[in-house]
Structures are given as C-alpha cells and as structure tokens.
C-alpha cells in the first residue's frame, strides 16, 4: 500500500482512554497499545485524513525535518493498520471539519490544542482548526472583589457590586460548563484569592477532569497558599506584572507592590509550580519589555503573556498617559520578529483575539459574554446551555469578517488578525462592527492598495 496515496480513519472498535497525565491506550480485540502524547494526537488525526494532513501540525514548524518526520509517522500508521487499530478507506468519507462537533465531545479532544496552557497565539494560528461546537476555554470571573485598585484594569465592577458567590450556584455552572466539553477553565476576577473556597473550586474543576488556570496579582499568596496549589498537580498561576521596574510597575499597581509581588514570585519559582507572567503593554512601560526575557530567566518563569493596554473599565480614565501611539505599535510589531527568531523563555506578544474562536467568558451568576472586557451578557448558562449561547447569532456575528466596516473587512490580514479585538475598536469608536483605523498593518495594506489602483 503506498501510504502517501491512502486515507485514514479510526476503528470504530477501537477504544480510547487517557491515563496519566501524558500517556493513552488504545484497546482492540483484549489487546491494547500504550501511547505517549504525540502517538495520541496523531491517532486522533486519523478521521478522513492522509498522511500530509496528518503530519503538517508536527512539520509546520519544523520544515527542515519534514520529510524525516513524515517517515516517522508513516512507520506509526503502518504499525496501527497492522492491529487493525485504523483502517484506510475512500476520501470524502468524513473530513476533520465535517466530523468536529462529534470530535469535541470525546475525552480525547486534547489534540486539538495540544499544550493548552501554552498554547501561543502568533505560532499557532486558529483559522487552521474549525470553530469547535463549544469554547474550549473559558475564564470563569470567580469573583468581583479586588484588593488592588489598577490603572491598567478593565473591569471596574468591583467598586458597585457587591454580592457575594454562592458555592452551590459556582458548581452548578462548572458542571454545565463540563456537559459542553470545556478542557480548560481560567479563574479570574476581580482577586481570585479574596475568595474564601477558592480550593473547593479548584478542587471541584479538576475532579471533572478539567485544567486549571488562576489569574492573580499574588499578593495574597502566602506560604500556606502557595503549598495549598502545590498540592494539586496541574494547576497553573499566572501572576500580573505591569513593569520589571519598582517604579515603572508601582505606577500602574500602587505604591509598595512591586516588591512584594517580586518576593511571591521568588517563593513560586522555589516551590516548581508552573508561573505564568501577565504583561499589560502601555506607553508608560514600553521601553521595559525588552527586559521581559532576563526576567523570567531570573524567576524560572515557563511564559510571559504580553497584552496591548486596551481603554476599558478603570484604563478609560487613564487612555492618555498608557495608550500606545503608532510608533509604539510599530515598536511592539519589531519587537515581535525579533522575538519569534529567539526561543525559551517563552515572550508571547498577544495579537490576534480568540474570543468567541475558542474561548469566551462566564461569571459566578452564570452571565456568559463574549469577553472578558465587553460587559454585554448574551445569556445565562444556568438557562440555556452553554452550546447554545456560544453558537448564538450575537455570538456569531462578533467573530464574522463579512459584517466588519472597512478597512477590516476587505483586509489581507483578517484571517490572521480576526478583525483585531472587538473591545479595542468599541472603546475606540463605540461600534462593534467598526474597522480598526487604528491598526498598523491594516494602514499599510489601504496604503499599498490605493498606489497600486491609481
């Protein structure tokens, strides 16, 4: 058989189980094979696929060893139709994309986005999966209340709402959000920490098989609470960081913090828990962020999340000393190239939004949005399904380039960009379906395609 020519599907017989935290088994016939990660994704690929669909996730960003990678999985395949594990069959049988909302409710659909927790936006682009038939990700606003009052932050809620989560109503949402297949919940806030029985959440979220992500400041992390995350294997923090200086940073947070987040992420890095660095960009600490990748050298951080300060919540207020002009943008856009030539410590500079594309936003009421920044419930998930809501036509609409004004709609680069983030350009021009006229690349392009009909 010349396995460049033929297409594979799974047997339908063949059962498959997650064990452990890296390792699979395929079982068929009372026999069994043990898979590692890479074995696994590639055994979920076999839904209509050939061998070029099958290798390109794993030789997209390794061109060099193309064609000894596609060897290797060739020997792979082999080895599966000899147990009868997966057999060949006729093209237009089923597709990825045809069979993807029965994909996303098997336990395996990890191989989707294998490295959740890193997955990088700018080395992974969406638009080369389907839209999955649920989000994959969600951030679960776990509370309102915040100890900090930032510059930078987009949600001001906390100063007018007062009511307290309930736990039972918590769970209640995190079982509908288990129902619709979510792999991974992001607890946010407000100060997810101010929240008394935050590691009975935890403890619920990950007894669901689900992963578990905590946005904090840190400064509520002390000795006790760092062993209580220690504990539980898998759970990844992501503390903000507004500057890698004392002053820089202190101006964005309040006086005194830099210092004593500096110490919790000293006492993080020493404990081996997985530490995120959120980084929001601004004018005012710009010029810090060639610093980022000495510092998370120095801390033994696994990745810092660059996002662009974006004028919502307590940030409109503060739009004319921390937006970026376009020479920062251009700054950034340099920075960036540079950043991609170079490898770990990983600097992921965020451009592209995959709100409403594989994630969206939930909070301890159950109101679902479409993001975290745009403060517009599309519903409520202890009403309706959590499916339902996201393939809703408000939710739709938000992510379709057709119904985007110029110059975004006509732009070579939506399918990358996405129409850039929905909040940004309804901060900036209050319509959602605005064209960015603030985008770089978008200028340049109207630019380039002006001279070129003239």
Same mark, same amino acid.
């Given at each position: ?40 994704? /590639?055994?979920? !690929?076999? $839904?209509?696929? =050939? ?19 596609? #060897? ?25 994309? =045809? =069979? ?14 294998? $490295? ?13 999966? %389907? ?10 606003? #776990? ?13 001001? &809620? ?6 307290? %989560?309930?736990?039972?109503?918590? &769970? ?6 288990? =129902? ?71 101006? /964005?947070?309040? &006086? ?40 998370? *050298? ?58 409403? !594309? /594989? ?16 403060? !517009? ?29 110029? %110059?975004? *709609? ?5 399918? *990358? ?20 006229? !603030? ?6 392009? $109207? ?8």
């Amino acid at each position: 058989m010349r396995m460049d020519k033929a297409v594979f599907y799974k047997n339908d017989k063949a059962k498959w189980r997650k064990e452990g935290d890296s390792e699979s088994v395929v079982y068929y016939n009372n026999k069994f094979i043990r898979l590692n990660e890479t074995a696994s994704e /590639i055994f979920h !690929y076999c $839904q209509g696929a =050939d061998l070029d669909r099958i290798a390109k996730p794993f030789t997209r960003f390794n061109p060099a060893g193309k064609d000894y990678l596609k #060897l290797k999985i060739s020997d792979f395949l082999k080895r599966l139709l000899r147990e009868n594990v997966i057999i060949t069959g006729p093209a237009g049988k089923t597709s990825l994309r =045809d =069979d993807f909302p029965r994909l996303t409710k098997e336990p395996g659909r990890e191989f989707l986005i294998p $490295q959740m927790h890193t997955f990088r936006i700018g080395r992974c682009d969406c638009s080369d999966f %389907p839209r999955p038939s649920a989000p994959l990700r969600i951030f679960f606003t #776990l509370t309102e209340d915040c100890n900090l009052s930032c510059k930078t932050c987009y949600n001001d &809620k906390h100063k007018d709402d007062l009511s307290e %989560p309930q736990e039972d109503t918590i &769970k209640m949402i995190i079982d509908k959000m288990k =129902d619709s297949g979510v792999l991974e919940i992001i607890l946010t806030g407000g100060e997810p920490f101010l929240y008394e029985g935050i590691f009975s959440v935890v403890d619920y979220i990950l007894s669901k098989g689900i992963k578990v992500r905590i946005n904090t400041n840190g400064l509520l992390l002390t000795d006790e609470y760092i062993q209580e995350v220690k504990k539980r294997k898998g759970v990844v923090l992501t503390v903000g960081i507004d500057g890698t200086s004392e002053k820089t940073h202190d101006f /964005i947070r309040g &006086k005194g913090n830099f210092r004593k987040v500096v110490a919790v992420i000293q006492k993080l890095s020493n404990s081996g828990i997985p530490l995120y660095i959120n980084f929001t960009v601004t004018h005012k600490n710009l010029s810090e962020i060639w610093r980022l990748r000495q510092f998370s *050298r120095d801390f033994n951080i696994a990745e810092i999340i660059m996002n662009i300060f974006i004028r919502a919540g307590q940030g409109y207020a503060q739009q004319s000393v921390l937006e970026l002009t376009a020479a920062d943008l251009l700054t950034l856009r340099i920075f960036g190239f540079l950043n991609r030539l170079t490898s770990s410590p990983e600097v992921t500079l965020i451009t592209s939004c995959y709100a409403g !594309y /594989i994630e969206a936003n939930v909070d301890y009421k159950g109101l679902f949005y479409f993001c975290e920044l745009l403060d !517009y419930p599309l519903g409520n998930v202890l009403e309706k399904k959590v499916q339902e809501l996201w393939n809703s036509p408000d939710m739709v609409s938000l992510i379709n380039p057709e119904g985007f004004k110029e %110059p975004c *709609r006509s732009c070579f680069f939506r399918a *990358r960009c996405k129409g850039s983030c929905r909040a940004e350009v309804f901060f900036r021009t209050r319509d959602l379906y605005s064209g960015n006229p !603030y985008c770089l690349k978008g200028r340049i392009f $109207q630019y380039m395609r002006k001279s070129m009909c003239r």
